[in-house]
């Protein structure tokens, strides 16, 4: 089957390409940029892991595999006529992409394949529902019309969505969930060493709490350049930057 091809470097299949571009939705200009990178690599080794897992890079160039993953950038479950694919797509890393295909058995791929429907969060805008099971989900103003925190209690997720590239940064549960603690100052090893705690109890907390949380996790990480924050009025925070990542699968 073509999807498996362990001949290097090769082009990608149509079928990866439809694969792929489903979770990447071209009417949003960030993950639009991600599907004119894709056209332009080539599948050039296996990922880390092997199997379903891709390098997608230039001819000639070689992966570190001493480092860890990049962030996960979409992430996705596209339902065909050959069954339920799970899709993931990591951050471009110095020019090369990491992805992942998998969930079907490596002979099914022997006619067209025929999307049905695809769940990601790369289609989330403020004021939908959750993906995968339509539920709600809380959001937090960040600025307006620039970014809103989205936090879906069902799905475990956290995300923060850019107006401007439509993209929806999955943020860890993990380092946000420090800096939350350290914000607020909790220190019971019960609570503070608990991170899976924060979907039970993310209700206890105040939006300028989770907004403090985001804002000390990007100083901590520096990727985004956010906008300043007021925490009394009067009294403006300084910009700060800051970044997500996300295990490779759920963390």
């Given amino acids: 089957m073509e999807i498996s091809k362990n001949i290097f470097p090769r082009n990608l299949t149509e079928i990866e390409k ?23 690599l080539m599948v050039i080794s296996f990922g880390r892991f092997g199997g379903t897992n891709f390098i997608l890079g230039c001819k000639g160039d070689i992966p570190d ?6 962030p996960i950038f979409a992430i996705g479950t596209v339902t065909t006529n ?30 067209e394949l025929i999307i049905k429907r695809c ?14 099971d339509n539920l709600s989900v809380r959001e937090v103003l960040i600025e307006e019309n620039k970014y809103v925190l989205a936090i879906s209690l069902s799905q475990k997720k956290i995300w923060l969505h850019d107006f401007k590239t439509g993209v929806n940064h999955l943020i860890p549960l993990t380092n946000y969930y420090n800096e939350l603690m350290r914000f607020k100052n909790i220190r019971e090893p019960e609570i503070a060493l608990r991170p899976k705690l924060f ?14 949380a985001l804002y000390k996790y990007d100083n901590y990480l520096h990727k985004f350049k956010l906008p300043g924050i007021k925490t009394k009025v009067g009294q403006p925070k300084t910009k700060r930057s800051f970044l997500k990542i996300f295990n490779r699968g759920n963390n």
Avoid: C
Avoid at 32 to 40: M, P, T
Avoid at 93 to 98: L, Q, S, V
């Fill in 119 to 132: 769940d990601t969060f790369s289609n989330w805008i403020p004021g939908d529902k959750s993906p995968y």
């Fill in 65 to 70: 595999f001493s480092i860890s993953s990049s």
């Fill in 18 to 40: 439809q694969l792929l571009f489903a979770v990447l939705p071209s009417n949003k200009i960030g993950y639009n940029s991600y599907r004119e990178k894709i056209n332009n």
């Fill in 199 to 212: 979907f039970e109890s993310v209700n206890k907390y105040a939006d300028i709490d989770l907004k403090m």
């Fill in 82 to 111: 050959f069954g339920k694919i799970d899709v993931l797509i990591h951050e471009e890393d110095d020019g090369m992409i990491e992805v992942d295909i998998s969930g079907v058995n490596e002979n099914d791929f022997t006619n």
